[in-house]
């Protein structure tokens, strides 16, 4: 940041002093003289253009007050005692420093394998249920002095000609061939054991009686058993079944049982998992498989040799899934419905999210199949249920089976029962031989007793006496609906549900709970135990294939994401078209942008398009991050990461341990990486990346630098982002906007979705959610439907479709959600609305731990919920927030009905933050430090919020912040309305208080002179170097008395006095103070090191405010040299060396040099931090001022529009670094002679500056004058003395009457007065500056002798 602060007589930048002349005189530049001396009218000054570009060229990017491990700022990441570049802390009076912005398918292939004439045959890529074969029609500054050019050997520079001295039309930019090149060479598990078996039990009877007619009380209850029959249980249709069952098996076969069951495989514990992440989208797989069977079984190989299986041997069930080629993983829930409800809503509510999310972590896609409704009404009509429910069955790959005392529907004299036998056995024979059986008991028998090993299977058995209990309630209530639903049908039922409970219990290949479980909780909690118990081994099997097929684990979870996003979008041909004509064959080819607003389906469409382009080029690579897909994977770095290493492996170039690579140097290495692929790989490579606008914005994830313009012919980089305005404008790509979608396209979605669960809607229900006009938005089309899907009720479910279908957009929508969510928690009253609304009601969103200790939740409780919450959170940075914009804004309708509410949720985030700063004497954590001030002044606590600032834990973290661009700190001091001198003498009675307790040890002595050196720093930063000299007098009085005045502690306070005093024109003291830093510098690390560099940068700022020019570029050089031994060429400290030089350069009226020193580090910037780098930008506007005062004004506009885009989109139109380039953009309006247009950009940066700084800050001053020159160019004398008189009282209340900062403005008013004939007004201003220059200077600085020529030459007018 370089707001001018005019401190003394001369310009900051150029040490020229500021004079005012007419426009007629400014053209020319003066190269024969260095002193100011003329008659009135005759004044001989610099050029004009050259001396106001001095007003916003910064003199450096870096300080030694911000390099020598000082406490205020970051460290850099290329070298450990290098700190990254910053504006120079010379301009501490006029200057801020910028922001540091571092700061396969579903089941198998469908078709018909076994033959059954009834099945139609599909598509391969889908896995649709099967067709109601009975319904075929069903639904469907010295310019004499000439300086040396640092290089390898010392080398002196031709002085410049007059054709260097006078303004270029086209300046050439630096390259390779300049002078440069010689410079810059699961839920956590214990170890888990086999459960105890059941005991023995007498073997069932070989046959059963035959079933009488079902008595009354055996009516069915719901819609399997009723006229309208459905499942018992089951799942989405797939392919036949690949559990072999002759045409004629009467019964199950005899089977060895397996040297490894299911209860026994895992001895480890559960694979680690990690913060959840996924999405509510399900999915089929379009072909993609897993490794061989073989290389599973190697990899369950190394499993048990590192003890994680207990078993040598896969379990028979996972060979047939691996088999199977699948990353679905399909649990089948049997039982009867009718008195089991509970346990199938407990599981739904609290246990799939969680086993869901577990899958997903580890590769796989978690697929519960539960029909409490799924099955439609014609279905069960056309007694298709025992088909469709064993169709399910045959797709899955676990069975859960659970009973209580009903036995389910069944009976030989129930006709429509019958039938449903009769089509059923076309595809499934064996079951002829049970028709006197339940649909349950077939279901058992298909899920595990028709094929024992084949499938994993665990039973749970319910105690009685809750049943016993349960028709108690329903007696007393008058319920005798409910009654049956808890009673035994017949004591022929009875004989065969212990039958079916005994073999159960006996079969060797399964788990059977021990004993009975006591209520629907403790059987739902079981279930879930041990279904994590089984599938444990298959998730971490997953996670070593998708780590050796993948490179990394988090590649895992993105390719699960993919797959269950292929189904969502279906009409993708003319979208697959469009890209792959973009991804042709080009030699600089653009990267491909798809657009379109949130839920308009750009993931699915690129999801489908990776698997379609796999199906056509099976060499192709492809690189694909869905960001938000996990915790990490908003994280630019991460992102590189995987990048890199998987690009390595294509181009098999060695890369170096990415942990321990800084962001710019991973941007640099992937850039890098696409070259070579570009070059040395003849397959098409495809970069995709998804959401790329929900990258975290802190890490320089939205500028784009890291992501190359063009590739070669081989290379497509893909993204997608909701707005275009994400691009940015310098930008060139190839833009694909995702349009409406079509209703089949959104039917499609609906069926698939469903059928992934094993359900399906009527055509009927179907036909209204398509007829809603929300539903055209795919999101609110999926919210819908996974709502849905949570649904129990089939009785119910039309209701609660139009329930839905009420709400007009997708916000009212998840309103309704969250109604949902409160309903299933309303054990917990207020659960769900605290847990959003403290997430909402934070800046950024808190942490878990955060969540919990302010809701005061167990981790039990908290778990339930959090899994519930999954596909509604999405977490960066380790913080929850809402996944999208529309439940944010529903949270907001449905919970903060008045302001009072979210004060309320605020005050509570308050209380957790303030209770946990006090409980500790460290300084706050990042986190804390951005939530805790910005919530006080949101609530409107200025005496909680000047508490909290004035408090060092927090009050150093948020100087921290203030060093890197982050302007909190001054916005919370306005905002409490407290003038600078008041905070100044509140933050020293603190460090008094201190001080008077202190016991004297070393740590508190540091944290006091620590304490000291930022207030100072806050205060230099903040415009205000008069309050920062007595912090900074007494952190070097601190350290020096607990250390003595050699310790290098004292190096961050001296440079920091060096450079104040040099603000203040104190330049005695600031050489004193940079000499003292040099020293110690020398003598800690030796003549040749970083620390030496940077005490001569600093130096050299002294020397360049006395003008001695050539001492101060001798000690650039000598630092650049130094920085080109000991860093990479490319390194940052090399550009800012070269930006000082620049400075230096135009100083002493070096233009081309000062253009070609700037240019360079403009490269190197750009390479090593990025093209919107503070840094990069900075240089980026100092260099158009270079153009501009070499009348190149085409090429200072593209500079200053550059800087100008960056700075707007980084950090704002109302941030100090954005006003710095609308005053570069003024002077460029000004010198094109649009007065009008640069008065008015001029102002507008003046309004910010005010609003950040102050109404009566000194960098106001600049501006004023500024605008008072461009006054006097059009001869309006009156309004620019008005806006001098201006200036000058500011400078007045700063400085005092007497300081050589009113030289300047008084020669300039004296000149005003004088054009308007005013001569005594202008003859007293002349005087009074020369007693100023007297005062401070004496009677033989150069500056008096003006003074006093100047009144000398106005005493004839006085007449």
Known sequence: MSIFLPCGSRNETTGQRWPRTERSTISTACSECTRRRSGPLAICIPQYLQVMEAHTAPTSSRSVAHSLNMPLQKRHPHNARTNRTHPTLTLVLCAGT????????????????????????????VAPRPKNPFRPNGPTANPTYTPPLPTDQPQAVPAPTPQQSAPAAAPQPADESSVFDNLVPAQEMPTQTALPGPPPRKPAPATAASEPAAPASAAPSTPAESAAPAAESAEAPAPAPVFGRGNSLPGPPPRKPSTSSVSDVIIGEAPAAPPPFSRSVSAKLLGDTSDSLAQAQEYWKQMHAQKLVSSAEMPPWICQHVTKGQNVLRVFFSSPFGGMEKEREILTRDYFPELRVKCEQHGLIFVPIDLRWGITEQDATDALVIYLCLHEIDRSDLFVGFYAQRYGWHGTNDQHLMTNYEKAKHKYPWIEQYREKSVTELEFLAGHFNCPEQKAATFFFRDPLYDADQRKICEATGDTKSIRKFTVESDAAKVMLDDLVDRCRQSPTCFTYPGIYKTPEEGAGAMFKALLR???????????EKTAKFGDPEAAVHEVFRIRHCQLYLDGDAYFSSIAHACAPHPAKRTIAVIGDSGSGKTSLLANWISSTKRKDKSA??????????????????LLKRFITQLSKITSVDVPDLNMLELPQLKTKFCDLVDVVSKAVSEQVYILIDA?????????AHDLDWLPETTGRNVSIIISTRHPEFIPAQREMNQIRIGRYIEATLRAIIKHHLQLVGKELSEKQTALILSTPACSNPLYLLVLVTELCQFGDFFQLDAKISEYLSAKDTTELFQRVLARLESDFASEAGLVRDVFTTMVAAREGVTESELKSILQLSDTAWSHIRYSLDDLLV?????????????????????????????AARLRIIDYFQTTVSATSVEAGEHVTRELPWLYQQVGDRGGLRACITDQRIFGPLCIELANGNYDLLHYWRYIGAPPSEVAEEYMRAIGKKLAQSSGTTEEIEDLGLTCLRIGQYFAEAGNAGESWTPLITAQKIYEDAFGKTDVRLLPVLNTLALTANSLRDLETASQMAGQALAISTHAFGPQSLEVANAQIALSKIFKTCEQYENAIQLVQEALQLYLQLLPKDHPDIAMACKNLASLM??????????????????????????THPNTVSTCDSLGNVYLQMGALEQAEQMFQRAYSARLEKLGADHLETAETMKSLSLLAAAKGDFAGAEKTSREAMSIVAKNLGPAHVSLCDFLDQLADWKLEQDLCDPALELFRQSLAIKEQTFGPKHEALIDILFNMSLAHMKLNQFKQSHGLVQRAY???????????????????RAQSLKPYLK
């Not at 922001?99 to 045959?121: C, H, L, Q």
Request: net charge neutral.
């Open 98 to 125: 910028m922001a540091d912005w571092i700061n396969t398918g579903v089941g198998r292939e469908g078709g018909n394998p076994s033959g059954n004439p009834f099945v139609k045959k599909v598509p391969p890529p």
């Open 534 to 544: 089984i599938i444990t081994p298959r998730l971490q099997l997953a996670k070593w």
């Open 621 to 638: 690579h492809f690189l694909v991050h869905f960001v938000g897909c996990s915790p990490e994977s908003t994280k630019l770095n991460l």
């Open 692 to 700: 790329l606008d929900e990258l975290e914005q802190d890490k320089e």
């Open 875 to 903: 977490v960066k940075s380790n913080l929850l927030c809402p996944r999208r914009y529309q439940l944010l804004s529903a949270v907001r309708k449905s919970y903060f009905k008045t302001p009072q509410d979210e004060i």
């Open 1146 to 1171: 135009l100083s002493v009226g070096q233009l081309p040099h000062a253009q070609q020193y700037f240019e360079r580090a403009l490269l190197i910037s750009e390479k090593s931090l990025g093209k």
């Open 1331 to 1349: 007693e100023i220059s007297l005062g401070v200077h004496g009677k033989d600085h150069p500056l008096t002798q003006e003074a006093q020529e």
